[in-house]
C-alpha cells in the first residue's frame, strides 16, 4: 500500500526536477535602450527562477547594471560590440537595471532613462508529474479501502 504513495511521490518530484530546466532569454543593447534591436522595441522581460538574462551588445558605448541595494547584483562593466554578458536570477520580484551613461537609480529600487527591469516568477509545477502523484495516492486509497 505504502509502496504506491512513496511511488508516485518520488516519480513526481523526479518529473518536476526534470522539467524544470533554465533557459536564456536574449536582450539587445543598442540605440539607448535595452530589447530588440531588430524592431527598435523595448523589452522588459517576465522569466522563471533561475532563467538568464543575456545582454548582446548591438551598438553604442554602455554597461547593464542593478540598482543598488538590488538582491541581484551585477555590472557588466562598459562595452561596445560584439559584447554578451549574463546574469542567472535567484530571488523572486522585479528587479530593475540600467546603463550608467544613459540612465540613472533613482535611490528606490528603479531606474529611469536607459534602464528596464526584470520580473521573475516561480517555475510552474509539471501538470503530468502531479497527476502522476495524485494517481499514486488514489491506488493507495482502493487498496486501503478493499483491506
Not at 3 to 16: D, E, K, M, P, S
Not at 26 to 49: E, K, M, Q, R
Amino acid at each position: 500500500m505504502k509502496r504506491w504513495c512513496l511511488f508516485g511521490a518520488t516519480l513526481a518530484v523526479f518529473l518536476i526536477a526534470s522539467s524544470t530546466r533554465a533557459v536564456i532569454i536574449p536582450i539587445d543593447v543598442f540605440d539607448f535602450d535595452f530589447g530588440n534591436a531588430t524592431t527598435g522595441t523595448h523589452i522588459d522581460p517576465i522569466i522563471n527562477l533561475g532563467d538568464t538574462i543575456e545582454w548582446r551588445w548591438m551598438s553604442g558605448f554602455h554597461n547593464a547594471r542593478s540598482v543598488i541595494g538590488s538582491p541581484e547584483v551585477f555590472d557588466s562593466g562598459h562595452h561596445s560590440p560584439p559584447f554578451t554578458f549574463q546574469h542567472t536570477y535567484t530571488n523572486l520580484g522585479t528587479f530593475w537595471y540600467y546603463c550608467d551613461l544613459h540612465g540613472g537609480d533613482n535611490g528606490n529600487g528603479t531606474a529611469s532613462g536607459m534602464s528596464g527591469r526584470v520580473t521573475v516568477v516561480p517555475e510552474p509545477a509539471s501538470l503530468v508529474g502531479l497527476g502522476i502523484a495524485a494517481l499514486g495516492v488514489l491506488r493507495l486509497r482502493r487498496r486501503t479501502a478493499r483491506a
